[in-house]
């Protein structure tokens, strides 16, 4: 069983910068494909962004590709999603998710191949 846990959220001005983070607990976490997802207010769960096991291929949606980066420190059992370039639009809560595969090239952006997920965090951006 693994256990995420997310920090690093918050309320920010528009083009500002946040950094999110989750921890990983209780299985090895090098073995996982991570991702961060979103949902903001009225809307579905989405797809924000992936990080494979090694070779650590990354892939983003559409809307935050250029402004987020996604990355993680096997050393530390942490990924990490830094955001810059912040939009109200960003405002959602953020979480974090697990995907146990032998997959090391492609980091999937469904919600329903994740097996394990953080309880997420807070980013308002004001406008």
């Known amino acids: 069983q693994v256990q995420l846990v997310e920090s690093g959220g918050g309320l920010v001005q528009a083009g500002g910068s946040l950094r999110l983070s989750c921890a990983a607990s209780?299985?090895?976490?090098?073995?996982?494909?991570m991702g961060w997802f979103r949902q903001g207010p009225g809307k579905e769960r989405e797809f924000v962004a992936a990080?494979?096991?090694?070779?650590?291929?990354?892939s983003y949606e559409d809307s935050v590709k250029g402004r987020f980066t996604i990355s993680r420190d096997n050393a530390k059992n942490t990924v990490y999603l830094q955001m810059n370039s912040l939009k109200p639009e960003d405002t959602a809560i953020y979480y974090c998710?697990?995907?146990?595969?032998?997959?090391?090239?492609?980091?999937?952006?469904?919600?329903?191949?994740?097996?394990?997920w953080g309880q997420g965090t807070q980013v308002t951006v004001s406008s």
């Open positions: 998710a697990a995907e146990f595969t032998t997959n090391q090239y492609y980091g999937s952006s469904q919600d329903r191949d994740y097996d394990y």
């Open positions: 209780g299985g090895t976490f090098s073995r996982y494909t």
């Open positions: 990080i494979t096991r090694n070779p650590g291929l990354t």
